[in-house]
């Protein structure tokens, strides 16, 4: 949406990586899920790091504190996961 609203190139690379990360980690989680989970759990704690501080900076819900937040609750996800496989 950044790209689309203010032609922001580094939103459309940032968001289309993530997507790539997320998409391989959903590939990967029936064949390897200790491997899956543990790339998910860093991109995830990422985005966390990275939106929460940015919601923290401009008080925006939408994007910032949505996405900051399904990316806590994805990390806990992703890290269940990896408790649950060992």
């Known amino acids: ?7 922001s190139k580094i939103s459309a690379v940032a ?8 998409y391989y980690v ?4 029936p ?3 200790v491997l899956a989970s543990s790339i998910g759990i860093v ?5 966390t790091g990275m939106m929460g501080s940015r919601y923290l900076r401009t ?3 939408v994007p910032a504190g949505v ?5 806590l609750v994805m990390t806990g996800a992703y890290l269940h996961g990896i408790i649950r496989s060992s």
Do not use: D, I, W
């Open 15 to 22: 968001g289309g990586g993530s997507a790539a990360l997320f």
């Open 59 to 61: 008080r925006k819900v």
């Open 26 to 29: 959903y590939k990967e989680l």
């Open 43 to 47: 991109g995830s704690a990422a985005l």
């Open 1 to 7: 949406m950044g790209y689309l609203k203010r032609g």
């Open 67 to 71: 996405v900051s937040m399904v990316s």
């Open 31 to 33: 064949g390897n899920p």
